[in-house]
Each structure stands twice: as structure tokens, then as C-alpha cells.
Nanobody, 116 residues
């Protein structure tokens, strides 16, 4: 089973918005936090945003000002709110540990497609 389950992807127009959800399969968050990653078609996976257990947030330069990562501890869920979407945001989005290594397991992710 996947350790993290991402959902909420879909097809949106450029300039539109979408919110993704991430549910860890474990009962608690990773003490080091949770991160969102994406893999555009034909490109390598890249880090997008992260949030620590204390709520500190960081973003890749490509999404600053447009994406917001948040968490709901009561629901054991991490979110990625995306606004002003661009065609270059098209990718499969994944959530995982904030710190990943070559041994990190990746699930299937959720697909986001932004039309021109």
C-alpha cells in the first residue's frame, strides 16, 4: 500500500484553481513534515511545496504566490491550493515525506492538466 494518497486532480483552464488533498496512511504526520512534488510530462519529478509539523511552509520559485500548502490535523490531511494555474503546471502531483531519498517509495499521484 502507498504511504500517502493524493487526490483532487483534474482538467482546468489556464488561470483557474484547484485544490489537492493528501492523506497519510499512518495515524500521524511525519515528524519532519509533508511535501508536495510533481512530474510534468517528459520531465523529472520536482519538489513543489512543504510544510513542517510546526506549520512552517516553503515553496519552489515556480509556484510562489500561486500555491498554498496547508494542513488539517483533525482530518489528518494536507492540502495544496493552486490558483492562477498555467499550462506548465500540468503534471502528476504526489505527496510524500518532506525529506525524500533515493529509497523513498512513490505512489501513483493525482493528475493535473491545465489547458491553454
Amino acid at each position: 500500500q502507498a504511504q500517502f494518497v493524493a487526490s483532487g486532480g483534474g482538467l482546468v483552464q489556464a488561470g483557474g484553481s484547484l485544490r489537492l488533498s493528501c492523506v497519510p496512511s499512518r495515524s500521524t504526520f511525519d515528524i519532519n513534515g509533508i511535501g508536495w512534488y510533481r512530474q510534468p510530462p517528459g520531465k523529472q519529478r520536482e519538489w513543489v511545496a512543504s510544510i513542517t509539523s510546526s506549520g512552517s511552509r516553503n515553496y519552489a520559485d515556480s509556484v510562489k504566490g500561486r500555491f498554498t500548502i496547508s494542513r488539517d490535523n483533525a482530518k489528518n490531511t494536507v492540502y495544496l491550493q493552486m490558483i492562477s494555474l498555467k499550462p506548465e503546471d500540468t503534471a502528476v502531483y504526489y505527496c510524500n515525506h518532506r525529506a525524500v531519498t533515493p529509497d523513498t517509495y512513490w505512489g501513483q499521484g493525482t493528475r493535473v492538466t491545465v489547458s491553454s
